[in-house]
């Protein structure tokens, strides 16, 4: 049977003028707001003097890039990759059957780069608009504002973005169109510009230029929004990500364009200099700065809620603790993580505390981000490898796209003493946490023993009829994990018979099958013993919260109505009156004993889990259960070792 999903939504799969609009402020505000820095990035790194092919080999790295990376890569091949609708690393990792370690590791290192990105995103792009205001007034409090913008941005995230956000779209029109404009104005005068476009030009920047190859760092961060097309697939469909990046792209370039011809006209004093503020009449330098610093929010906006979304698409994969997940709003798939916010407004506080300049955040930006395009481009060959496409286009890719997204981790790697140092260490942090988490819970799982449910049907009828056991409640419900109808974990049956026996007038059995499917929502009903032993089968998909105390009150009101039970009170007295019968939920914690010698690196892996447990909150909270009618016990886990020597008595 199935269950609808609330909250209404409109059908993102067609191609609407409103959808385009709706995928400018969503998709494209990273992208959209690297002209701020990555001219400025380049010619800093370049050497003392600016010259032509600094500025055109730079400009035709930067088209190449756009088109390889962007265009091809992405608008045109990843974004096809798509899981019932939804993208991004973790979309892709649900697409591939038979997962093996390493494909959940790289998905990790691919998911925690996103996450760093998530922490330096908003700090760069705010401090690069706000830094502007130096043009009018060099003594202007820069980390101040940016620190006090951020934390209203973070702080407004616990009302959801569905009032604001409905703004994000137009002003990202006016903002991509303005930077059109200007970019068109000096490109005007001087078109020879144009010529950069020739790939001669970025050939001979790489070979000729003085470190020209160490650049490709600085040329990457005009492409550093690119993983966003894929991660937001789901809420702005693929046509209008495709349609809307041809908008995009022309707009980028003739920013980028506009600002080497303006570096052209003025070689001598571009060094000290922003080229994007640069190209700005005078007279539009304080609506241009206040346009600029409405982009950057929005750009970081995005990332933040981007944030939650793949946290969330995590939790439910099981590749992250357990977190509170709130639902500000009733538009669908929009999620709030206080955890997460709350902590990544600390991080960027402490990012821009730091830098000080967003020249400074330029050598941490982007090395993390590479990470996630390599894994992107590994995940999605072995995807195409699974679904049998000829095996040419997929080496074909994998050279292609590794060898530039190699050449760009080296040169990348070269910012690590200047800040790449920070973001690794924060994939690497976050890394640590989902290995933890899902190898160590693989781990436990591996000695999870389960038990034949028919050899136990006999003792089920007999505890319901024996009135010398005390009736515990009407009915008793366990969260079981065992994927057989006929089987249920041995530690369930120890519960129920062994550790002290409950007797209830109907047991259920609750199994959350978590499915790769994004929005499948169904359960299904075995009535192993009629009126007894009910097991009911929840399947859901990793956006859908497992919010399993409403499911299983909607399937009780489904059998009520189809006359299956009758939620009568197992007490006599109660009964009598009409009054229901009650429920109580038992939750079995196990846990690991000391007393069995593992291997190293299990041992390792348990005490990470141990550790990274700390962050999860209780299953009840996670399944959203009802904390007044909650058992938790706890058992042991049980390893079967041999003893090397028995204790003798004396």
């Given at each position: 049977?199935k ?11 067609k191609?609407?003028?409103?959808g385009?609009?709706?995928a400018l ?10 002209p701020?820095?990555?001219m400025?990035?380049?010619i ?7 010259n032509?092919?600094?500025?055109f080999g730079?400009?035709s790295c ?9 265009t091809v890569?992405y ?5 096809r ?5 939804e ?5 892709l ?5 038979r ?6 590791v790289?998905?990790?290192i691919?998911?925690?780069a996103?996450?760093a990105?998530g ?10 608009s ?6 009018y007034?060099s003594?202007i ?12 941005m973070?702080f407004?995230?616990?009302f959801?973005?569905?009032l604001i956000?409905k703004?994000?779209?137009?002003i ?6 303005t ?7 000096q490109v ?6 144009l ?11 790489l070979?000729e ?7 490709l760092?600085a040329?990457?961060?005009?492409t550093t929004?690119a ?9 702005c469909g693929?046509s209008?990500?495709?349609v ?8 980028l370039?003739?920013n ?21 503020f640069e ?6 330098l304080i609506?241009?700065i206040t ?9 970081s906006q995005?990332?933040?809620?981007g944030s939650?979304?793949?946290i969330?698409e995590a ?5 992250w603790?357990k ?6 709003t009733?538009?669908r ?12 407004w600390?991080?960027?506080s ?5 830098f ?12 993390a ?21 000829h095996r040419?286009?997929?080496?074909l ?12 981790l ?11 140092w920070?973001t690794?260490?924060?994939?690497a942090?976050?890394?640590?946490i989902?290995?933890?988490?899902y190898f160590?819970?693989?781990l436990?799982?591996?000695y999870?023993?389960f038990?034949s449910l028919y050899g136990y ?5 007999d ?9 515990l409640a009407t009915?008793?419900v366990y969260?079981?994990h ?5 089987q249920?974990e ?5 519960s ?8 209830a007038?109907t047991?259920w059995f ?6 790769d499917?994004?929005?499948r929502f169904e359960?299904k ?6 009126g007894?032993l009910i ?7 990793y956006?859908?919260e ?9 399937v009780l009101?489904d059998?009520v109505?189809s006359?299956e039970?009758?939620l009568e009170s197992?007490f006599?007295?109660m009964?009598?009156r009409g009054?229901?019968g009650?429920?109580?939920?038992v ?6 004993l000391?007393?069995?010698k593992?291997?190293?690196?299990e041992s390792?892996?348990i005490?990470?889990?141990?550790l ?16 007044t009618?909650i ?7 049980i390893i079967?070792?041999?003893v ?6 004396i």
């Amino acid at each position: 049977m199935k269950m609808d999903i609330s909250g209404k939504h409109q059908d993102i799969s067609k191609l609407t003028l409103a959808g385009a609009i709706i995928a400018l402020g969503i998709v494209f505000g990273d992208l959209g707001t690297s002209p701020l820095y990555t001219m400025r990035a380049i010619i800093n790194g370049g050497s003392e003097n600016i010259n032509q092919l600094l500025i055109f080999g730079g400009l035709s790295c930067i088209f190449w890039t756009l088109t390889l990376t962007t265009t091809v890569k992405y608008v045109l091949i990843t974004l096809r990759s798509d899981n019932k609708g939804e993208g991004g690393i973790f979309a892709l990792a649900a697409l591939i059957k038979r997962k093996s370690p390493l494909i959940a590791v790289l998905t990790m290192i691919g998911g925690a780069a996103i996450l760093a990105d998530g922490v330096i995103t908003p700090a760069i792009t705010v401090t690069s608009s706000i830094e502007g205001l130096k043009l009018y007034n060099s003594d202007i409090p820069v980390v101040l504002i940016v620190l006090g913008i951020l934390t209203v941005m973070f702080f407004i995230q616990q009302f959801g973005s569905n009032l604001i956000g409905k703004s994000f779209g137009p002003i990202m029109l006016v903002w991509f169109t303005t930077i059109a404009v200007l970019g068109l104005s000096q490109v005007i005068r001087h078109p020879d510009i144009l010529k950069a476009v020739n790939p001669a030009y970025a050939y001979r920047f790489l070979t000729e230029y003085p470190g020209g190859f160490v650049l490709l760092g600085a040329v990457f961060l005009c492409t550093t929004g690119a993983e966003a097309l894929y991660a937001d697939l789901g809420h702005c469909g693929r046509s209008n990500i495709q349609v809307t990046w041809g908008f995009v792209k022309i707009a980028l370039l003739l920013n980028y364009f506009g600002q080497g011809a303006w570096l052209m006209l003025n070689m001598e004093t571009g060094a000290d200099s922003n080229p994007f503020f640069e190209i700005m009449p005078k007279w539009f330098l304080i609506p241009g700065i206040t346009l600029a610093s409405a982009a950057a929010i929005i750009a970081s906006q995005a990332i933040i809620s981007g944030s939650f979304t793949l946290i969330s698409e995590a939790i439910s994969l099981n590749f992250w603790p357990k977190l509170k997940v709130l639902h500000p709003t009733y538009v669908r798939g929009q999620v709030y993580l206080p955890v997460v916010n709350w902590f990544l407004w600390i991080a960027c506080s402490l990012t821009v505390i730091f830098f000080k300049e967003s020249s400074n955040m330029e050598a941490a930006y982007g090395l993390a981000l590479t990470l996630t395009m390599i894994v992107t481009t590994m995940l999605l060959s072995y995807y195409f490898y699974q679904r049998r496409l000829h095996r040419g286009l997929i080496l074909l890719l994998l050279v292609v796209y590794l060898t530039i997204e190699g050449s760009f981790l080296i040169a990348n790697l070269h910012k690590f003493s200047h800040g790449g140092w920070f973001t690794l260490i924060l994939t690497a942090l976050f890394t640590l946490i989902m290995y933890g988490w899902y190898f160590g819970r693989k781990l436990r799982n591996r000695y999870i023993s389960f038990a034949s449910l028919y050899g136990y049907l006999g003792m089920f009828r007999d505890l319901t009829r024996d009135k010398s056991v005390p009736m515990l409640a009407t009915n008793l419900v366990y969260i079981i994990h065992a994927n057989s109808i006929d089987q249920v974990e041995s530690k369930v049956i120890y519960s129920i018979f062994n550790k002290q026996p409950k007797r209830a007038n109907t047991y259920w059995f609750l199994h959350v099958d978590m499915v790769d499917e994004p929005n499948r929502f169904e359960y299904k009903i075995n009535h192993i013993i009629p009126g007894i032993l009910i097991r009911i089968d929840f399947h859901l998909g990793y956006k859908v919260e497992p919010k399993i105390n409403l499911y299983f009150r909607e399937v009780l009101e489904d059998m009520v109505n189809s006359g299956e039970i009758k939620l009568e009170s197992g007490f006599t007295s109660m009964k009598k009156r009409g009054l229901p019968g009650d429920f109580k939920f038992v939750l079995i914690d196990r846990i690991m004993l000391h007393d069995f010698k593992l291997s190293n690196i299990e041992s390792f892996i348990i005490s990470l889990y141990s550790l990274v447990k700390r962050l999860s909150i209780p299953a009840e909270r996670a399944f959203n259960l009802d904390n007044t009618s909650i058992i938790v016990e706890k058992v042991p886990i049980i390893i079967d070792q041999p003893v090397g020597k028995r204790i003798e008595r004396i």
